[in-house]
């Protein structure tokens, strides 16, 4: 599967913006998807996670509560909401997609990955 993701930019912090993912193939709706996130010289870093339905979903402590992943099967597209966003939270965000279903924190469980897309928010 390839993935796009797309929907960054610049925004003042408080603000919102909405990334997509949008996949190729006929099993997106097999795999476990999920978002995560690199700032400069920092570590990538979990976001938030979704599981093959879209029912259950898993989020990072930082972001509770401020965003929401979804996904739409019918479009092959995955979605993260993001409001009151903070400086602290620009860094490159990708999307990753598990072959097995899995939709954890764990990076390393992800076979494939979109080529991120870059949040900017400004202070």
């Known amino acids: 599967v390839q993935l796009q993701a797309s929907g960054g930019g610049l925004v003042q912090a408080g603000g919102s913006l909405r990334l997509s993912c949008a996949a190729s193939?006929?099993?997106?709706?097999?795999?476990?998807m999920a978002w995560f996130r690199q700032a400069p010289e920092k570590e990538r870093e979990f976001v938030a996670s979704?599981?093959?339905?879209?029912?259950?979903?898993s989020y990072s402590d930082s972001v509770k509560g401020r965003f929401t992943i979804s996904r739409d099967n019918a479009k092959n597209t995955m979605y993260l909401q993001m409001n009151s966003l903070k400086p602290e939270e620009t860094a490159v965000y990708y999307c990753?997609?598990?072959?097995?279903?899995?939709?954890?924190?764990?990076?390393?469980?992800?076979?494939?990955w979109g080529q991120g897309t870059l949040v900017t928010v400004s202070s």
């Open positions: 193939g006929r099993t997106f709706s097999r795999y476990g």
């Open positions: 990753a997609a598990s072959g097995s279903g899995y939709y954890g924190v764990g990076n390393a469980r992800y076979n494939y």
């Open positions: 979704v599981n093959w339905s879209g029912g259950s979903t």
